[in-house]
Each structure stands twice: as structure tokens, then as C-alpha cells.
């Protein structure tokens, strides 16, 4: 195939094939960090433990940030901090939210589930004066927030996606520098099938990789 050169980015010959899915779920976790500008101590939470998430602590981490794994689940705990979590909050325990209200620098929701983050208040009320919302993953909803709570602690919401070229190139560096490594299930191309099966029914951990002879 012919690709044009400006579109192309060099894989660290350190980084193995099988981190392919740091080309999408990478740049899209990396990028965040690269818009919001924090100062070294400060406080980032991950909001969903999956796909992105796994790979957002492990961003978070390697950049020096005290890091919290969010989620609606207990059985996430461990895993949260294989990836780098020095804390896990459950978002459904009212009191666990209530004690590190006002304690985040920054928030960064990784949930695919678009009802973990329809209602947005109990997680910006875990946010300091001028703390940021960051959504990036889940598309075509519509988030809920209070306006009082937005004016008079001076939060904001923000929207991300991915970067460009020159993002993917350091997020690529960054993530062959520190080991950043998705957790992935490699299968042959035959059996597409199946790996697109555990895909539809969220079975994957987390990312399937397809391989040719």
C-alpha cells in the first residue's frame, strides 16, 4: 500500500505488535493530558475501568499524578492498580464520594456505559475549585449538570477525541519510554469471528489483536 508521509509515524522498535491498539485507545487517553495543564502533585481520577481506562491509569501514573480508578465496581479494585491506581473510589458508595468531594484536579471518564455518566454532579462535586471534566468515552449522549455547580466552583467540561500526528508520534515515545502496555487478547485472523463475538458481548480483555502467519 502507498500512504502518504506525513500521515505515517515510526513504532518503537522496543514497542511489540501487539500494543497496535495504542493507536486508537492510546492517543485517545494520552491526549487529554496533553490539553489540560496540571502541576506534578496534582490529583486525576479515571473514570471507568476498561478499554481506555486501563491504559488512562497508566498515563496518569507515568506522568507523576496522585491516581484514582473510578468505578461502579468492587471487582475492578486490583486490577486498577496493577495499572497504576494508587487509590479506587466506588462510585455507587455515597459515602466513599462524599469524603473526597473536593479533592480533584482533574477527571477523566473513560466509561463506555453512557448511564455511569449521564448524571454528571456526583462527580463534579468530587472536583476542586476550577477542577476540569474531561469526556471522551461515550459518544451521542446527553450529560446532565448543574449550573450552580459549575458557576460558583468554577468548573469545567471539556470534550476530547484524539490528537494529530505529532501527538501520536510522543504518545507513542511516551508509552515505549514507560512501558505503557494494553492489556490484550491476541487471537489468528481466523478466528475473527469469535474475537468479533467477545467484542459484541464485552467479554474482551480489553482489546482483541489479530495476527497473520
Same mark, same amino acid.
Request: glycine fraction near 8%; charge should be neutral.
Given at each position: 500500500?502507498?500512504?502518504?508521509?506525513?500521515? %505515517? !509515524? %515510526?513504532? #518503537?522498535?522496543?514497542?511489540?505488535?501487539?500494543? /497496535? #491498539?495504542?493507536?486508537? *485507545? +492510546?492517543?485517545?487517553?494520552?491526549? #487529554?493530558?496533553?490539553?489540560?495543564?496540571?502541576?506534578?502533585?496534582?490529583?486525576?481520577?479515571?473514570?471507568?475501568?476498561?478499554?481506555? +481506562?486501563?491504559?488512562?491509569?497508566? $498515563?496518569?501514573?507515568?506522568? +507523576?499524578?496522585?491516581?484514582? /480508578?473510578?468505578?461502579?465496581?468492587?471487582?475492578?479494585?486490583?486490577?486498577?492498580?496493577?495499572?497504576? /491506581?494508587?487509590?479506587?473510589?466506588?462510585?455507587?458508595?455515597?459515602?466513599?464520594?462524599?469524603?473526597? @468531594?473536593?479533592?480533584?484536579?482533574?477527571?477523566?471518564?473513560? *466509561?463506555? !456505559?453512557?448511564?455511569?455518566?449521564?448524571?454528571?454532579? #456526583?462527580?463534579? !462535586?468530587? %472536583?476542586?475549585?476550577?477542577?476540569?471534566?474531561?469526556?471522551?468515552?461515550?459518544?451521542?449522549?446527553?450529560?446532565?449538570?448543574?449550573?450552580? !455547580?459549575?458557576?460558583?466552583?468554577?468548573?469545567?467540561?471539556? +470534550?476530547?477525541?484524539?490528537?494529530?500526528?505529532?501527538?501520536?508520534?510522543?504518545?507513542?515515545?511516551?508509552?515505549?519510554?514507560?512501558?505503557?502496555?494494553?492489556?490484550?487478547?491476541?487471537?489468528?485472523?481466523?478466528?475473527?469471528?469469535?474475537?468479533?463475538?467477545?467484542?459484541?458481548?464485552?467479554? @474482551?480483555? $480489553?482489546?482483541?489483536?489479530?495476527?497473520?502467519?
Amino acid at each position: 500500500m502507498r500512504v502518504y508521509h506525513k500521515f %505515517l !509515524n %515510526l513504532i #518503537p522498535e522496543s514497542m511489540p505488535s501487539n500494543n /497496535a #491498539p495504542l493507536l486508537c *485507545a +492510546g492517543i485517545t487517553t494520552y491526549f #487529554p493530558f496533553m490539553q489540560h495543564d496540571l502541576g506534578h502533585a496534582s490529583k486525576v481520577g479515571i473514570i471507568g475501568i476498561g478499554g481506555l +481506562g486501563h491504559i488512562a491509569l497508566q $498515563y496518569s501514573n507515568a506522568m +507523576g499524578y496522585e491516581t484514582v /480508578a473510578i468505578s461502579t465496581s468492587e471487582s475492578k479494585r486490583e486490577e486498577a492498580k496493577e495499572h497504576g /491506581a494508587r487509590d479506587f473510589l466506588i462510585s455507587k458508595n455515597e459515602e466513599e464520594m462524599k469524603k473526597s @468531594a473536593h479533592t480533584f484536579d482533574l477527571l477523566l471518564s473513560t *466509561a463506555s !456505559n453512557s448511564s455511569q455518566v449521564e448524571v454528571l454532579d #456526583p462527580y463534579l !462535586n468530587l %472536583l476542586k475549585p476550577g477542577g476540569t471534566f474531561v469526556l471522551s468515552g461515550v459518544q451521542g449522549i446527553n450529560v446532565q449538570a448543574s449550573s450552580i !455547580n459549575l458557576i460558583f466552583n468554577r468548573l469545567k467540561i471539556a +470534550g476530547s477525541n484524539i490528537g494529530g500526528t505529532q501527538d501520536m508520534r510522543e504518545m507513542l515515545e511516551f508509552s515505549a519510554l514507560h512501558k505503557i502496555t494494553p492489556k490484550t487478547e491476541v487471537m489468528p485472523f481466523e478466528k475473527v469471528n469469535e474475537a468479533l463475538d467477545k467484542v459484541r458481548k464485552g467479554t @474482551a480483555r $480489553y482489546r482483541m489483536v489479530l495476527t497473520r502467519e
